[in-house]
């Protein structure tokens, strides 16, 4: 005994109640852009990814801090070079600043650790944006899915009530257009939670090597500038070149 029409699955859905073809059609909606972010997310994450564990080996093997941001630079769109620049920016308003050394030493640690914190959160977000969708399509697809088939098999209680007939080949049809919402409500939603645990994993690698480039510099200038910490008169004018390359 065959329950499914002749055209198969379209044949189905175009039999459906009215409800239940909106929860499709929003599905459908949520399954393209979801799609979108997916393929979006892939080529975005892995520029980003590339462009910092370049940077981070440019600054790992560069002679100098300014060297580093230097090549760093020469790509512009990389995060690092932003997180660098926003860096350096800050280093220099404090260094031009009407306060003692004393003073600026105590202060620039603290100040270069909460710009470059902020930049990275900053970088972060921007990676981020539109993960949110994706989880809303993993979370809630399902449901959307649950209830077109809730309302589709009320739909064909109500027919079998109305024609007083409780056979199988009277309720299957109406039951199995109804369960096509669960199905692709689970298939929007499958593909989504996949794409989220996995792009949630390279963001966490992303976050560890911006981290890691934050730390390297805040080492570097401890290293290269002098009024950062103390320094004797005789290394004087090595650490002038320094502050000097830094600002250049």
């Not at 580093?68 to 660098?84: C, F």
């Not at 800050?90 to 914190?117: N, Q």
Request: charged share 15%.
């Amino acid at each position: 005994m065959d329950f499914i029409p002749q055209g198969g699955i379209f044949a189905m859905l175009e039999s459906a109640t009215i409800v239940v073809k909106c929860v499709l059609c929003l599905l459908a909606a949520m399954s393209m852009w979801s799609w979108t972010i997916i393929f979006w997310k892939m080529i975005s994450l892995g520029k980003a990814r590339t462009r910092i564990l370049k940077g981070n080996q440019i600054m790992e093997e560069a002679d100098s801090l300014s060297s580093g941001l230097t090549a760093i630079s020469r790509t512009s769109s990389s995060p690092l070079n932003r997180i660098g620049t926003a860096a350096v920016k800050e280093y220099r308003v404090l260094e031009k600043s009407a306060v003692s050394p004393s003073h600026k030493r105590r202060l620039i640690k603290d100040t270069l650790r909460r710009i470059l914190r902020q930049k990275v959160s900053s970088e972060m977000k921007k990676l981020t944006s539109s993960l949110s969708f994706l989880a809303t399509c993993a979370n809630g697809a399902p449901f959307i899915g649950l209830f077109g088939t809730v309302w589709g098999i009320m739909n064909s209680f109500h027919a079998i009530g109305s024609a007083k007939s409780a056979a199988l080949s009277a309720v299957a049809p109406g039951i199995s257009e109804a369960l096509i919402a669960t199905a692709i409500g689970l298939a929007v939603a499958i593909p989504a939670t996949i794409a989220y645990n996995f792009f949630l994993g390279v963001l966490n690698g992303i976050e560890t090597e911006m981290v890691n480039f934050a730390g390297a510099f805040l080492n570097r200038v401890e290293r290269e500038v002098s009024w950062v910490e103390p320094v004797s008169k005789g290394s004087a004018q090595t650490s002038m070149d320094h502050e000097s390359s830094i600002q250049g």
